[in-house]
């Protein structure tokens, strides 16, 4: 069976929840916050990307993601 890659880096969490407060952060703390993190944006994306499309665009626009993270 093939390795779970996720899209945001741990590290880059980490430092997220470093800088939130967090004195340490374990590997698993890390990756549990990118999954969540990687589900949010996936949703936030395609309903963006159905924004976008609606109008008749095929670029997503900033405005595109603030409409869609509402």
Known sequence: ???????????????????????RVSANGAAALADALTDIAMR?????????KHTGRKTVHEGDIKLASK
Do not use: D
């Open 1 to 23: 069976m093939g390795r779970k890659t996720s899209i945001i880096p741990k590290a880059s969490v980490a430092r997220i929840l470093v800088k939130a407060g967090a004195k």
């Open 44 to 52: 936030i994306s395609t309903k963006a990307s159905e924004i976008a």
